[in-house]
């Protein structure tokens, strides 16, 4: 803020600021206050008055100024925290199946946290960020807004921690997808959407449903090769749903490649923490299917992959993922120990 103050006897010599109405303030030579520290959202009062240059110590009366920081725009503040370790470039400039999408190590990966919890959760104790920690996977670019409704500035959030391990379908072949699917019933259902123990009212009611890939992810070419984002976006379901699974492609686009293997247990959209075993060592559903009637996994040692061995009534892993409406604002830096906090 710039601050004006006139003395036609002896002229101004410093401006002054306080949070306290008595007692000395922040004093300078100039009118071009900068208040630093301020939290978003947040109403704060200022004491602000002037000293005259014939003694440098008479002051003006002194005046309150009352005013509330704006919230911050989520895009804008994602961009604001868009590296993580070491300065490491995380959030991707460039869009990738109609994602700027976090990529990289589970070390480099440290800045896209967000707590979606009650009014006030903020996720500090072990219980609050198993039932309330989610990670992003990336922003919306707009290109699918004509065809799974996904807008323009929307993010894709997966729950940091498995919510538990649960059949893909109740039968061994996938004779399904997964507008029929078991595990997208229990979802969308009790099992977690309306589950108000995981699942706060006030973020359900920020989440839109939308359309998804079926999949259908065949090794027409070797793993080394972009197969999975380019035949995974074709069918959609034929339903909108609020709550879905990764991608296979969202697990291929997470990791740095290592040598000529696209694939990692360093991937940070790995499980390397928090399954529900006390090992960890389970694999993970993807909603994805394979073309032969199996479904993409996610081995527990990082591999991307429809194991034969590994039908759609085995009991794995799932993270539930949905998009996040655009409108939202948040305060944080998106780490683990403060994580980005949605602000009504």
Request: proline share 2%.
């Amino acid at each position: 803020m710039t601050v004006t103050a006139n003395d036609t006897t002896s002229g101004i010599t410093q401006y002054c600021y306080s949070q306290n109405s008595s007692g000395e303030g922040t004093c300078q030579n100039n009118g071009s206050i900068s208040l630093t520290k301020l939290q978003a959202g947040t109403e704060y009062t200022y004491y602000i008055y002037a000293k005259d240059k014939a003694s440098n110590s008479g002051i003006s009366s002194k005046y309150n100024y009352t005013f509330k920081t704006k919230l911050n725009n989520l895009i804008d503040y994602l961009r604001k925290y868009e590296k993580g370790a070491n300065g490491v470039q995380t959030l991707q400039t460039d869009e990738v199946n109609g994602l700027y999408r976090y990529k990289g190590t589970y070390q480099e990966v440290d800045n896209n946290f967000i707590c979606l919890g009650p009014e006030g959760n903020t996720c500090q104790t072990d219980d609050d960020k198993n039932k309330y920690m989610y990670r992003i996977i990336g922003i919306a670019d707009g290109s699918e807004s004509g065809t799974l409704g996904i807008d323009k500035g929307q993010i894709k959030v997966i729950k940091a921690i498995s919510i538990g391990r649960y059949q893909w379908h109740n039968s061994s072949y996938i004779d399904t997808d997964w507008d029929a699917a078991d595990l997208q019933k229990k979802l969308n259902n009790t099992l977690f959407y309306n589950n108000r123990s995981l699942l706060d009212i006030r973020i359900r009611n920020l989440i839109k449903s939308v359309k998804w890939y079926k999949g259908d992810v065949k090794f027409s070419c070797d793993i080394s090769f972009e197969c999975p984002p380019e035949q995974e976006v074709s069918p959609l379901t034929d339903n909108s749903y609020p709550i879905g699974l990764m991608y296979a492609s969202d697990y291929y686009n997470s990791w740095t490649y290592v040598g000529n293997q696209p694939y990692s247990t360093n991937s940070w959209l790995h499980i390397t923490h928090g399954a529900t075993t006390s090992n960890s060592s389970y694999s993970e559903w993807t909603m994805s299917k394979y073309g032969d009637g199996l479904v993409w996994l996610v081995h527990y040692l990082g591999v991307l992959m429809a194991d034969r061995d590994e039908r759609a009534n085995t009991s794995m892993e799932i993270r539930p993922i949905f998009y996040l409406v655009n409108t939202i604002k948040v305060t944080g830096q998106g780490t683990e120990e403060h994580p980005f906090i949605i602000n009504s």
